[in-house]
């Protein structure tokens, strides 16, 4: 996909593109404390393999925040597309590689599979919030359909009142209504169906959709406080 960009859209060569990326690989980026916080919550995923493990943690716990961490395989990674492109990832080491971690018992992925893959090129999804023009994700992606959907459902609410109560329960709300529409419409079966999401983002959807906003349910007075 990134070398598909360059080719259709990229003015400098592709090793000037990559070098900024990989200087950063190379000299290390101080981790973050969301980025830490959220590592030890997840610390069972992400200590699946030794690789992984090592990477995320450091000893008993999570890099802690502001650590330099630095990436050489990255760095390998990085050196391979700027000199060949895509070439690697389709028959070269990390190619075998992939296959290695996610092939044979792991999974299905192939050899043949990498060389036959090829970037599709598609419409994105436009979404219309506070004057502005959104371009999010088309399938197969989930997401950019049902936020485009949650926007929608946002434009046909009424403003909430400005406290943290009002504006928690507006937001659960539209998540609520979203997510009861992704099960009825039966979403995830269809998304890549041809016409579905535009369907399914349709304005007669979304106006019978948030009529259901709000249906039964009481507005919360207060919220705990904190952020």
């Known amino acids: 996909g990134l070398e598909a960009l360059h080719s259709r859209h990229g ?31 997840l610390w069972k995923i992400l200590s699946h393999t030794e690789e992984s493990a090592h990477f995320f943690r450091d000893g008993s716990r999570a890099h802690p925040p502001g650590t330099i961490q630095r990436n050489p395989d990255l760095v390998r990674t990085l050196e391979l597309f700027a000199a060949e492109g895509s ?12 296959v290695e971690q996610f092939g044979g018992d792991r999974g299905n992925l192939t050899l043949e599979d990498l060389r036959s893959m090829d970037a599709v090129i598609q419409v994105p ?85 948030a009529k259901r906003l709000g249906a039964g349910r009481a507005v919360p007075s207060s919220l705990p406080d904190g952020p």
């Open 11 to 41: 003015r400098l060569p592709l090793a000037e593109v990559v070098a900024p990326a990989l200087d950063l690989a190379r000299s290390g980026v101080p981790v973050a404390a969301a980025a830490s916080e959220v590592w030890e919550i």
């Open 125 to 209: 999804i436009e979404a219309r919030q506070a004057g502005a023009t959104l371009v999010l994700p088309p399938a197969p992606g989930a997401g950019g359909a049902l936020l485009a959907f949650a926007l929608g459902l946002m434009q046909r609410s009424p403003e909430p009142a400005p406290d943290r109560a009002s504006t928690a329960w507006a937001l659960a709300e539209l998540q609520r209504v979203t997510n009861t529409a992704r099960e009825h419409r039966r979403f995830d079966r269809h998304l890549q169906d041809e016409g579905y999401v535009a369907d399914f983002l349709s304005s007669a959807a979304l106006d019978e959709w």
């Open 87 to 98: 070439r690697p990832f389709r028959e070269g080491e990390i190619a075998a590689a992939m």
